[in-house]
């Protein structure tokens, strides 16, 4: 919950923007047409001298009215209705029992994780909530939380909890984090096995985003950031949980991820900079990919995506010290396909949901909501757009929303648009068709 308010916080001190307009627009291509992306994006506003039939494949651009910002879809784009996508509009609550219900994801396509909470930042207990048919169950209780504690439900036996310890670190006059896990089995919440270095503890505040614990069979792999001598140092831990001790480390590198069988970890390159990702188990001899400006990175078991900072665009062209605004690009790093490239690309937009079929990401700047197809490398986009709330058309249609948050598991989505101001908010849950689901509508 703190993490999802910092997020919000540094996009809002992002988003200059207004209404977004389509510049062009597109008929669905196939996925080989992204091998001609780039001439295409760069040849799609030339006016043709004659009649002649091309096959150029053209992407669209959306764009605010001062032409500062911007989003460019880099692959073929097809509306959820041709993709075969189920869309149920799903009834969530919005209060239990009096507390704000706070969606962290999924646990499985079927079963959604729950916070509730007292006030916002303030989680008091973590739960589920049951999809079937479409529907949302009744919600089950599976902890409660005291006011100190953060918890991330990583199985159906395993909670990780996050608290303050007693050590105070002098220089910072900050406290310190202690990790613990809950045995839902057991009903039983186990002793600290590590104490965090400093009151960031899974937090990268170089970059503002926190880095997930990881769960991988037995092992729970996550990492600690410290700043040491004016630099941010992260080293991640492995710790079993059949044998209640840590068993693994690996210093300079921060970001557990899994990967194709492996364990992939972030780390400094030879500039002293964390833009390089690596196997961590053989030091890099299996898997290492470096980046010149990486900003985050997300795996499922087999999809990898980055989100890299391309260049950096003044807000203003005739005064460029009023700052600047980063122009972004996501990646799929198992295709090399190129998905779409924004500016602003804000911390919330950042915050991205992977699984092996699916990337979602959370919106909070004017770009259309759409999923990504891993296996057809396409988007799948709904006829949503995200829109600033300094839009004078963002309360007269309902096609326009504040933020979108996108949680992803196997071929299912929950993307939930709200309205900050009015409260409103909309749940959609998506179903992308398998290949077996495919086979099975097509042969008699």
């Not at 202690?178 to 170089?206: E, I, N, V, W």
């Not at 001598?229 to 970001?255: L, M, S």
């Not at 188990?281 to 989100?307: H, M, Q, W, Y």
Request: overall charge negative; glycine content about 6%.
């Amino acid at each position: 919950m703190m993490r999802r308010l910092l997020y919000i916080a540094a996009a809002l001190s992002c988003l200059l923007l207004v209404s977004c307009k389509a510049d062009s627009s597109t008929a669905p291509a196939s996925p080989a047409a992204s091998e001609t992306q780039t001439e295409a994006a760069e040849t799609e506003t030339t006016p043709r001298s004659d009649e002649t039939e091309t096959t150029e494949t053209k992407y669209p651009r959306y764009s605010s009215d001062d032409g500062v910002s911007y989003y460019e879809i880099n692959c073929p784009d097809v509306p959820a209705a041709e993709a075969g996508a189920a869309v149920t509009r799903l009834e969530l609550p919005s209060e239990i029992n009096g507390k704000m219900v706070q969606i962290d994801g999924f646990l499985d396509e079927e079963t959604l994780i729950v916070q509730l909470a007292d006030n916002p930042g303030k989680s008091s207990e973590i739960g589920t909530i049951p999809l079937k048919n479409g529907k949302a169950g009744e919600y089950q209780q599976l902890l409660e939380l005291k006011p100190e504690q953060s918890a991330n439900l990583l199985s159906e036996r395993w909670v990780f909890i996050s608290e303050p310890s007693e050590t105070i670190d002098p220089f910072s006059n900050m406290t310190s984090i202690d990790y613990r896990m809950y045995d839902l089995q057991k009903k039983k919440l186990l002793q600290p096995f590590y104490t965090a270095k400093s009151s960031h503890g899974c937090f990268l505040p170089a970059s503002g985003f926190s880095h997930s614990p990881l769960l991988v069979g037995d092992m729970l792999y996550f990492d600690d950031v410290v700043r040491e001598d004016g630099e941010y140092n992260g080293t991640i831990y492995g710790y079993d949980t059949a044998r209640g001790k840590i068993i693994e480390t690996y210093p300079e590198c921060q970001q557990p991820l899994f990967y194709q069988g492996q364990l992939i970890g972030r780390t400094k390159n030879e500039a002293g900079c964390d833009q390089r990702l690596i196997s961590l188990k053989d030091n890099g001899k299996s898997f290492r990919k470096d980046f010149s400006n990486l900003t985050n990175a997300i795996a499922s078991p087999e999809s990898l995506f980055a989100v890299i900072e391309a260049e950096r665009n003044p807000v203003f062209d005739d005064d460029p010290d009023q700052g600047y605004l980063p122009v972004s690009k996501l990646l799929d790093l198992t295709s090399g396909q190129e998905i779409f490239t924004t500016i602003p690309f804000t911390p919330e937009d950042n915050a991205i949901s992977v699984s092996d079929r699916l990337a979602g990401w959370s919106l909070n700047s004017p770009m259309r909501v759409a999923l990504y197809d891993i296996r057809e490398q396409r988007l799948i986009s709904f006829d949503k757009v995200v829109r600033s709330v300094d839009d004078p058309n963002y309360f007269d249609d309902n096609n326009y929303y504040r933020y979108a948050n996108e949680y992803v598991s196997g071929n299912t989505s929950l993307i939930l648009l709200g309205n900050s101001v009015t409260a409103n908010q909309e749940a959609l849950l998506v179903k992308i068709p398998s290949k077996l689901d495919v086979q099975e509508t097509t042969v008699p």
